[in-house]
Structure formats: C-alpha cells, structure tokens
C-alpha cells in the first residue's frame, strides 16, 4: 500500500491520508479536509481517486468531501450511522467490511467513544510491509480523542480494551490529528517517570518534525498514559484526583478518570 499522511495547517492540526494501490494508483482519500491540496498531492503523485472515506461525521473531518468528489467522481464512504449526518453518502460500512481500491483491501472496525458512529480503517500488512491502521479521532498519537462532542468516555474504553489494546506492537499509528507534543506532556503530567515519553519529548525539541512522526502500538503502549492503566503513578494520580481508594480503582475508571483530567488539563 502506498500511503501519503498530509498535514493541514489549520489551527485543529488535522491530518488527512491518501492510501494507494501500488499496481494501479486507484487511492482512497480520508477524511480530506483541505481538498485543494488533497486533489494537487494526488495529482503530483499520479493517483487517481476513486473513494472518499470519513471516519466520523465531525465537519472538520467532511469539509472537503463535496469538491474532492466534484474533482474526481469518487464514491463516498462512511460509518452506517453516520449517513443521516454526513451527505450524500454512497455506502454506508459496518465492523467486518472489506473497503477495496484496485488491489488494496482495508477492513472496517466499528470503533464508537468520540462519537457513536466512527470507522477505523485497518490494514494487515504485507510482505515486508508494517500493518497499519487510519484510526480518526478514536486513538491519537499519546492521547485519545474527546468524547464529549457526541460520544461517551465508557464507550470509548470498551473500544480500547476490544479493538485497540489488542492490536500488534507493528501496526503503525496514523491519527486524525497532530496532538503529540501536548499528549506527550500530559503523559508525563501524569507519569513524570516515563521515560520514553521524556526521550520524545527531547527529540522534538532537537528538531524531530511531529507532523510526520508516525508511532506504532508497540510506541504507543509505553508513550500513550491511555495504554498505561496499571502504572502505578497513572493509578495513585486518578485515585488522588478522584478522591477514591486506589484499591477499588479498575481499568475503566482509571481510564474515564484519565479522559476527565484532559478535558480540563
Ligand atoms: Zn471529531
């Protein structure tokens, strides 16, 4: 699969991907925002776009579809659910589908919590070719998505211990946005000791670009505080904030404690 991670500039940081078949260039464009620039990088790269995917129906996520799909005839794709909220929608996907393009295969996962009708595309890899996975605005790069523009951070967690928790330490990260230098600075809020999270902090700051840093699960597992539920600084921290005994603290309410504390962080 060839893959284009684009960032928009915009004060959200949004990325958009284009994904293409390496024998026939067909590409899927997600979520792409900026269409002008969407429509020049695919034109420069000699891809041609026949679907256009949302991960979720937020407006910052659909606001290019219509001139993308004006430019290029392309179908449109998105969550089942979400059709009513995003317009003119071609196909409508659940947990289990195949998105094909050209040779390319995609598996749909249904992966509610940011909002309740939200689609991550996942790749499974190839012969020498990482899996990957285009996750929106469910996982980000050392942090999550909110789950108060329409979602719920309960369900957000049962997605995580589901889907997200169990993937491969190989399967590379590619978010919906560009949050990492300040997740990274609320992992270490609220684990001052990791230090993985500090050696990234520092490579940024020595001029490693964020904006095409890529992580994978594995990376995400010790730089994500989401993915960190059993640190024991993680635990005291939620048990302090929450006022509650540490002992009759679970995952899920270190988790919902966690998305708490970043709301207002
Ligand atoms: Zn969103």
Redesign the pocket.
Known sequence: MLIRQIPIRNSLSNYMYLLACEETLEAIAIDPLDHALCLQVAKELGWSIKIVANT?H?H??IGGNKSVIEATGAQLVSHLDAMQSIPNVDRGLQAGDTLRCGKLRLEVMDTPG??LSHICLYFSGAESEQPAIFC??TLFNSGI??CD?GGAPEIMYQTFVEQFYPLADDVRVFP?HNYIENNLQFTLDREPDNQSAQSLCVQFKEGLSAESYVSTIGMEREINVFFRLDQAQVRAGIALSLNSDIRKLDDRSTFVGLRGLRDNW
């Open positions: 979720h937020h910052d996520h940011h909002t929106g605005d998505g909110r523009l919906g």
